[in-house]
């Protein structure tokens, strides 16, 4: 047997192996997996042509919004919430932003922390920066292994700026665009573009000075408008129904079609 071939033969195998781990939930297997990925590595390629689709579907939400709205707190509050309701929760952390500025990556890590030892909760920065294709290709591809892996919940947190992010949150069932009052002109530029994808519209800090006049001002468009204050919690129960309620309704029209 040449060289060449028991190579490619263990590598095979390899991938069987890893494909089997990830299936079974293997912490381990699902990061190395998903790093493969997001360095386009041929190893994960090769590992995500051999996971096969979970027998139940996981719930998808994908969180969008500016720098700062308070988009990791509110998934910290939704792991939280969905842990509560016995259900494993996925998070991608999708960082597009600089490398200069580092992003949110550590805050991300600090914000969620609490989590980490709960065996129940796996929390993921994508690292993939540069092109764009390349960002919504990880993602995607990270998702699936979450969703081989059987988690319950997957969540994907994406900062809101330009049409790569609206193609990454475009993967998730249930939408949610995340705004802060004072935000001016950048709420009426997201009318134009985020909140077009959005299934629910978030006016987050709650707490804050406008916060109820933003809430009027996209409820004249937007049917699905709901206020938190994500630090203290408030409005989360609320949220979380009203995604269960979407994703009713998503799985009625798909029933239907
Ligand atoms: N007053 C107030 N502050 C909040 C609320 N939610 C989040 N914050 C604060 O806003 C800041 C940014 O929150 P993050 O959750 O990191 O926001 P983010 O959207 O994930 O930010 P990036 O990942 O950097 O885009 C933090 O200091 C939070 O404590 C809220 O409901 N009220
Ligand atoms: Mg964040």
Redesign the pocket.
């Known amino acids: 047997m040449n060289h060449a071939y028991a190579d490619r033969l263990s590598k095979q195998e390899d991938a069987e192996t890893m494909a089997k781990q990830v299936q079974a939930g293997g912490v381990r297997a699902v990061a190395r997996v998903i790093t493969w990925l997001d360095n386009r590595e041929p190893a994960g390629t090769a590992v995500l042509k051999r996971l096969t689709p979970p027998d139940q579907r996981a719930t998808v939400i994908g969180i969008t919004?500016y720098?700062?709205?308070?988009?990791?707190?509110v998934i910290d509050q939704l792991i939280t919430a969905y842990r509560r309701l016995g259900k494993t929760v996925g998070v991608l952390a999708v960082d597009i932003s600089s490398p200069l500025t580092g992003g949110?990556v550590l805050?991300?890590r600090i914000?969620m922390q609490r989590h980490a030892d709960d065996p129940g909760v796996y929390i993921r920065s994508m690292a993939t920066r540069g092109q764009s294709g390349g960002l919504a290709r990880a993602t995607r591809d990270a998702l699936q292994v979450l969703e081989s892996a059987a988690y319950d919940v997957i969540l994907i947190?994406t900062?809101g700026v330009g049409h790569s992010d609206i193609e990454v949150v475009s993967v998730a069932g249930t939408v949610i665009a995340l705004v802060a009052p004072g935000l001016g002109d950048d709420v009426q530029a997201m009318k134009a573009g985020l909140l077009e994808v959005a299934d629910i519209v978030v006016v987050?800090?709650?707490?804050?000075e406008g916060a109820d006049a933003a809430v009027r001002d996209l409820r004249e468009w937007y049917p699905h408008v709901l206020r938190?204050?994500?630090?203290k919690g408030e409005g989360i129960p609320e949220l979380i129904a009203m995604i269960a309620e979407q994703q009713r309704l998503q799985d009625l029209a798909h029933a239907s079609n």
């Open positions: 919004g720098p700062g709205t308070g988009k990791s707190t949110a805050g991300d914000r947190e900062v987050n800090k709650g707490d804050r938190t204050v994500a630090v």
